[in-house]
């Protein structure tokens, strides 16, 4: 009985010691892992495609890129080549969590179909009406989501 007291009492310190190493997802990705051992952004889609030429385009395990912990995958070898010259410009706002859930402090998927590219900026949004909703006010939301996104960034998205 005093063993399995200690073997607790010391799962529970290991528990409570190892919770501030856990990250809080500040980039949204689909669940499981690529073939190059990190979680997918942008449910698969290029974001050069889709910040280049507004297209919501898939794209192939052959051309994946591991930026940041994160898999990306493009759609050919040169939006692969366009991106890892330049990553930051590509990666999507807000960790790539839907803009206007950010904008009212909410972290909601980011799905690609519904995507805005706004001065050099991609955004995502969470279905159609949500991106009808950011139509409305364009500015206000991205204005809103900038000014929130550093204040939610480390915060789980369960907690908001």
């Given at each position: 009985m005093k063993l399995h007291l200690i073997t607790?009492?010391?799962?529970?310190?290991?528990?409570?010691?190892?919770?501030?190493?856990?990250?809080?997802?500040?980039?949204?990705?689909?669940?499981?892992?690529?073939?190059?051992?990190?979680?997918?952004?942008?449910?698969?889609?290029?974001?050069?495609?889709?910040?280049?030429?507004?297209?919501?385009?898939?794209?192939?395990?052959?051309?994946?890129?591991?930026?940041?912990?994160?898999?990306?995958?493009?759609?050919?070898?040169?939006?692969?080549d366009t991106f890892k010259a330049s990553p930051a410009k590509y990666l999507p706002q807000n960790g790539g969590f839907c803009t206007f859930g950010v904008s009212v402090n909410k972290k909601f998927d980011g799905d690609p179909r519904y995507h805005a590219a706004v001065d050099g900026k991609l955004y995502v949004f969470l279905n159609e009406e949500i991106y009808q909703m950011y139509l409305k006010d364009k500015a206000g939301t991205i204005s809103k989501a900038a000014a929130n996104w550093p204040v939610i960034m480390h915060t789980a998205a369960a907690a908001l």
């Open positions: 607790l009492a010391l799962l529970g310190a290991a528990a409570f010691t190892a919770a501030p190493a856990l990250a809080v997802e500040e980039l949204n990705v689909a669940p499981g892992i690529s073939a190059a051992g990190a979680p997918v952004a942008l449910h698969g889609s290029d974001p050069v495609a889709l910040l280049d030429h507004g297209k919501n385009v898939a794209g192939v395990a052959p051309f994946t890129v591991v930026y940041d912990k994160v898999s990306f995958y493009f759609s050919s070898k040169a939006n692969l």
